[in-house]
T-cell receptor
Framework: AQRVTQPEKLLSVFKGAPVELKCNYSYSGSPELFWYVQYSRQRLQLLLRHISRESIKGFTADLNKGETSFHLKKPFAQEEDSAMYYCALLTGGGNKLTFGTGTQLKVEL | NAGVTQTPKFRVLKTGQSMTLLCAQDMNHEYMYWYRQDPGMGLRLIHYSVGEGTTAKGEVPDGYNVSRLKKQNFLLGLESAAPSQTSVYFC?????????????FGPGTRLTVL
């Protein structure tokens, strides 16, 4: 069965420090992975998807099939990065997303 | 263009009461979803729909029913609410099966069952 694991419930870093939010997945098919973000008092929104190989707001994520990981990284954390981050895996033949349990990122001054 | 809207924003129910949550989208999306968000458990899929008139069970469907009579609306019903259904409920929609598959989320409904 498919599964997405985010081992950290809370990650606290100082402003300017590097950030890495971990995500591991378990899936028998070819994985399509996403990072969604929920800022305080805002709705959940897509941050980035692995097939686009894009950098959004300074964040990048590389799919590592050997380690079954899709970690989210940013070299220098900003205060506005504080939010809840969810890793998600496309499943059900492309019909639905399986989400991880989320990681709350807190960037301290 | 309002995107995905949810009604109501907040609701308090007593155990055993029923209610319906309404989700509406104006993006002509084929797919719609209902999730619940609980602390430490992330988002879990309750039910989803891949088109008007279709519904399917997600990860945690027990105690809920859904209907998709119109393409733009997706209703989530609780026939007999239980305290375990206290949660924040999110609706989402997406274009359908394509290589991007971005889901657009509503603002959420906070439900408390006493």
């Amino acid at each position: 069965a498919q599964r997405v694991t985010q081992p950290e419930k809370l990650l606290s870093v100082f402003k300017g420090a590097p950030v890495e939010l971990k995500c591991n997945y378990s899936y028998s098919g070819s994985p399509e992975l996403f990072w969604y973000v929920q800022y305080s008092r805002q709705r959940l929104q897509l941050l980035l998807r692995h097939i686009s190989r894009e950098s959004i707001k300074g964040f990048t994520a590389d799919l590592n099939k050997g380690e079954t990981s899709f970690h989210l990284k940013k070299p220098f954390a900003q205060e506005e990065d504080s939010a809840m981050y969810y890793c998600a895996l496309l499943t059900g033949g492309g019909n639905k997303l399986t989400f991880g349990t989320g990681t709350q990122l807190k960037v301290e001054l | 263009n309002a995107g995905v809207t949810q009604t109501p924003k907040f609701r308090v129910l007593k155990t055993g009461q029923s209610m319906t949550l309404l989700c509406a989208q104006d993006m002509n999306h084929e797919y719609m979803y209902w999730y619940r968000q609980d602390p430490g458990m992330g988002l879990r899929l309750i039910h989803y729909s891949v088109g008007e008139g279709t519904t399917a069970k997600g990860e945690v469907p027990d105690g809920y029913n859904v209907s998709r009579l119109k393409k733009q609306n997706f209703l989530l019903g609780l026939e007999s609410a239980a305290p375990s259904q206290t949660s924040v409920y999110f609706c989402a929609s997406s274009v359908g099966l394509n290589s991007y598959n971005e889901q657009f989320f509503g603002p959420g409904t906070r439900l408390t069952v006493l």
